[in-house]
């Protein structure tokens, strides 16, 4: 845990997810097993700490002064030495600041989702890199290790807002093109993005796919707007562009669920499809639990 507090890092919440026996990495399906060699040699890489030794690691990393002082086998770890790189894509949109009746807004509970994962990876010796985008990329901290990275992301973090639309399609399009090494892709977001639709978004994850990138989709939801309890609404005002929508307020309801969930279904079965996890988050459902769950089942598929 880092010495200094920080809003997104819950002790609580995370002794829970640990306590599971969870890692962060089991959301990879085992594609990334097994220690990656970094290409760099000599000086060209930072040293970032020991790690005892494990068979199968190369013993050219083994440091034989440790050996010499404790009779016992270490290996030099370095930053771009890691079992996973990670980018966590953040949606940091006006409509990610929604907030109906709970606690936190969409932003803030993709926030904690952000630092939980970070921090787990961090403990594991894993890379994460974070990613806050609109209608373009905000912010952008490429992958490393250690906790001194942990503190950036977290800073970066409390430091965003949501602001702004968003062209979700245009923007994973740009990252798979940029992103030149293969690693997990987390998105975190509400998936509100442009008339395209879910066709347009899902094309734009096929591309992150395409790359041999892992993608996991996390869509984060207000209750509100999952069960639209506005039974006296007759105006819809979108937050990104400001557009309004008038109608009877029956009919509002129901043509919004319906289109609702039709969105929802199609982007969880064009996710499946791809073989892309998705999991739905509802704001007022603990983060924690969110995670927890997702992270045991998808343990329990690769088992």
Not at 59 to 73: C, F, G, N, V, Y
Not at 156 to 170: I, K, Q, S, V, Y
Request: hydrophobic content about 40%.
């Amino acid at each position: 845990m880092p010495t200094a507090p920080t809003k997104y890092l819950d002790p609580a919440a995370l002794a829970r997810l640990r306590n599971l026996g969870l890692a962060a990495r089991l959301v990879v399906e085992g594609l990334f097993s097994g220690q990656h060699r970094s290409p760099h040699r000599g000086y060209s890489v930072e040293f970032a700490e020991h790690r005892e030794y494990t068979p199968g690691v190369d013993p050219r990393h083994l440091d034989w002064k440790i050996l010499a002082k404790r009779d016992k086998l270490y290996v030099k770890q370095y930053e771009e030495q890691t079992n996973l790189r990670c980018y966590l894509l953040l949606d940091s949109s006006a409509s990610m600041g929604y907030r109906h009746s709970g606690a936190i807004s969409k932003f803030e509970y993709g926030c904690f989702c952000a630092a939980s994962l970070a921090y787990l990876m961090q403990t594991q010796h894993d890379a994460f890199g974070l990613i806050t985008y609109d209608r373009a990329v905000a912010r952008h901290i490429p992958p490393r290790q250690g906790k001194g990275h942990l503190r950036v992301v977290l800073d970066t973090l409390e430091a965003a807002r949501p602001a702004g639309d968003t062209d979700l399609a245009g923007t994973f399009h740009q990252l798979a093109e940029t992103m030149k090494r293969r690693a997990l892709v987390v998105v975190i977001s509400d998936l509100f993005s442009g008339p395209g639709g879910a066709d347009e978004l899902l094309e734009s994850i096929s591309h992150l796919r395409h790359k041999r990138h892992e993608v996991v989709v996390f869509q984060v939801l207000d209750r509100a707007e999952l069960q639209f309890p506005f039974d006296d609404a007759t105006q819809v005002e979108d937050m990104e562009t400001g557009r309004r929508v008038s109608a009877d307020p029956a009919t509002l309801r129901n043509e919004y669920l319906k289109k609702l969930n039709a969105y929802i279904d199609a982007v969880r079965m064009g996710c499946r499809s791809r073989e892309v996890g998705y999991a739905l988050a509802d704001t007022s459902e603990p983060f924690e639990m969110f995670l927890g769950n997702y992270l045991s089942h998808r343990a329990s598929i690769t088992a």
